[in-house]
């Protein structure tokens, strides 16, 4: 399964906005990861349209989580932007070419339907199983104790 850039751009966003304390503007979040600000802008959009985020108006203004970290999945994310549908869609190859099987014949789902279909199952269900707030805590896992502090205070400091 391959999914979009926009998707690693948003969990690490949704990550860092853990240690924000306020909201951060998509320019900050796009100079923090120093990537493409109207490229992320497009995908802030699509977070905050599927309610994980919200955008915050005025001066102080930016973008903030709408929930706990520890009530966003990585799924919620990865839906949010590149959509909820499958990673496989069966076309019925069975039904065509030269030994084609009848419709009628094809009313199970086959059996590489149903290994594909499985597979997207448990992709699903490990990325639903995993939050923000389980990211946020393995950057001090993976990097030592106040990892994230450094972005904190990054965050913090007058742009």
Not at 78 to 93: K, L, N, Q, S
Not at 110 to 131: I, K
């Amino acid at each position: 399964m391959k999914m979009s850039d926009g998707v690693e751009w948003a969990v690490h966003c949704c990550v860092v906005l853990t240690a924000a304390s306020g909201p951060v503007p998509a320019a900050r979040l796009a100079q923090f990861h120093d990537v493409s600000a109207s490229y992320l802008a497009k995908h802030l959009q699509a977070l905050s349209r599927a309610g994980i985020i919200a955008s915050v108006q005025g001066k102080d203004g930016g973008y903030r989580l709408t929930r706990p970290a520890d009530e966003v999945s990585v799924l919620d994310i990865v839906e949010a932007v590149d959509g909820a549908r499958p990673a496989f869609v069966c076309t019925e190859i069975r039904q065509r070419g030269p030994l084609a099987s009848p419709p009628e014949a094809c009313t199970r789902p086959c059996g590489v339907l149903r290994t594909m279909a499985a597979a997207d199952e448990a992709w699903r269900a490990s990325l639903r199983a995993t939050f923000v707030a389980d990211l946020a805590r393995g950057m001090d896992e993976q990097y030592g104790v106040g990892a994230m502090e450094p972005a904190r205070a990054w965050l913090a400091a007058p742009h």
